[in-house]
C-alpha cells in the first residue's frame, strides 16, 4: 500500500529490512547498547559485519525514544539510524516515547539530507507493544511531520508479515482519510 501526502510518500510491504537497497537509511529497532540482538537488531549487525557494532560502542547507551546515525558497513544503504524502542508496560509514557522515535529519526534524516527511510515496526516485537496501538503511534508521528519535511520524500514500513501489513493499511488508510493518493 502506497499513500503520498504533502509530497512524502509513506508504503508499506512485507519484506526484509536488510534487502532495502533503493532507501537511504534503514532503521535499528535497536537495544539500549546498540549491539546485536535478535529481530531486526540482529538482521541488520549479520548482514553489516562487525565494523557495525565498533562503530556503535561508543554512540551507546540509548534511552528510549532517542536516535543516532551511522555508516552501513556491508549494507547497501547511505546509513542506519538507531532507534531504542519503548518496552511496553516498562518504559513510560510508553506512547510518548515511542512516538519520539519515529520524530527523532525524521529529524536526523532531514539533517542528513536523506531522501527515504525505512522502518521496522519498533517495539512491537520482543518490546511486546500492541501491534494496532504502535501502528497508530507510528503512522500518526509520520503524517504529522509530513508537511515539514524537505527531503525526505519516501518512508517505507518493512513488514514482518502479511498480519502487521494489514494493520498498517487500515490504520494508514484510517489516518490519511481523503487527503491520500493511492
Known amino acids: 500500500m502506497r499513500k503520498t501526502l504533502h509530497e512524502v510518500a509513506v508504503e508499506c510491504v512485507v519484506g526484509d529490512i536488510v534487502a532495502q537497497s533503493d532507501i537511504d537509511a534503514v532503521v535499528n529497532a535497536a537495544n539500549a547498547e546498540l549491539r546485536t540482538g ?3 537488531a540482529g538482521a541488520l549487525h549479520r548482514a553489516a559485519g562487525p565494523g557495525l557494532e565498533q562503530e556503535c560502542r561508543p554512540l551507546a547507551p540509548i534511552r528510549p525514544g532517542q536516535a543516532v546515525i551511522t555508516g552501513t558497513h556491508a549494507l547497501p544503504n547511505r546509513h542506519v539510524i538507531h532507534c ?3 518496552v511496553f508496560g516498562v518504559d513510560e509514557p510508553a506512547d510518548e516515547l515511542l512516538a519520539a ?5 525524521l529529524e536526523l534524516a532531514e539533517r542528513e539530507g536523506l531522501r527515504s527511510l525505512a522502518f ?3 517495539s512491537t516485537g520482543a518490546f511486546g507493544y500492541p501491534l494496532h ?6 503512522l500518526a508521528t509520520v503524517l504529522e511531520a509530513a508537511p515539514r519535511l524537505v527531503f525526505v520524500r519516501l518512508i517505507r514500513f518493512v513488514l514482518f508479515d502479511r498480519a502487521a501489513l494489514d494493520v498498517h493499511a487500515e490504520v494508514l488508510e484510517a489516518l490519511s482519510g481523503a487527503e491520500g493518493e493511492q
Open 133 to 138: 496501538a504502535a501502528t497508530e503511534i507510528a
Open 84 to 86: 531504542l524502542g519503548p
Open 120 to 122: 521496522p515496526a519498533i
Open 101 to 105: 522515535c519515529y520524530r527523532n529519526t
Open 38 to 40: 535478535g529481530g531486526v
